[in-house]
DNA sequence: CGCGAGTGGATGACGTGTCAACAATGCTTG
DNA sequence: CAAGCATTGTTGACACGTCATCCACTCGCG
């Protein structure tokens, strides 16, 4: 169909593999223990930490997609679910007839109050003390690097 | 409840951002392409890849399993999806009458290697070339630390 | 031999993510 | 003011992942 493909040589496949499997790993391990220790889902928390970070808890629908740069439908859906729960509530906007706010409920915020620390610790003890204060600022770097590359990149 | 939290200092929670949204914009990014361009899911894609890559496209499921590190139902979930579209199948083992096999039929050959070629591709042009050949080395080899260092971890 | 423990794998329920389509409102222009 | 077009958000269908549970089979031991 077209050019012989170039696959990656050895060393760039190894440095591939690692990355892949540490992120998997690392995210999967992160999501189950937020979930078994306060009953939020990964979801959950990235939404409640959104919104708890805003004045009065309080955000416009699209401006909660963009902050946690999400899709508006898996927004809508999540928002639903945490609605249903009585983690968030919705509110209408008085200036635009189309337009919603999204709200923490007094629940969402004990849950995230609970929840984060938690985290942090999980955060603390899985991958920033796996790595020297060097080594960690390095990784951000070029994690860095790498979004802003896919950020000129089509797709 | 307990200790007050020790939250992430400044330089530990810009590494830790940059670290999180790159991996999720780079994972996602990848899965809808290999999606789109072949059809196949991420999570195809990497069972197929799996089989593909031993003798006679044949792997025992829990051996498959272990090497994909993957839960045993989410295996087996995938490979019923997988099945019903034909691209693998189950066949029973000899001499384990518990036990299964499962191959990769030549629809699941011809779905992957059409979708190989491409799926490096995007490997290539969102983070390989994102970083010079000692950075990529440098990621790839503080994700190894990681990822050992999780190893000895509980949970 | 028979019985209980462990292993290999499947299943159902449920929360999650994506895509495509839709509804409702706002805006712009003739 | 009316006709479109863009924006804001929802919905339904479906693939995916996890958890708990279950079933069939094997193996070891009395």
Redesign the interface.
Known sequence: ??AT????DP??K??????I???????G?LS??VQSDSGLSAADYVVLAALTESEGGRVRFLDLTKRV?WEKSRMSHQVGRMAKRGLVAREECPEDGRGAFVVATPEGYRAIE?A??LH??H?????????T?E????????????????EQ?P?
């Open positions: 169909m077209n493909p170039r696959w990656l060393e760039q190894v440095a591939w593999d690692h990355f499997r540490m992120q998997e790993k690392l995210v391990r189950r223990r740069e609970e984060a620390p942090v610790e955060v603390r003890r899985l991958f920033i003390d796996a790595l204060p080594e960690l600022d390095t990784l951000g770097r070029l994690s860095a690097r790498v979004l802003a590359h896919m990149q797709d």
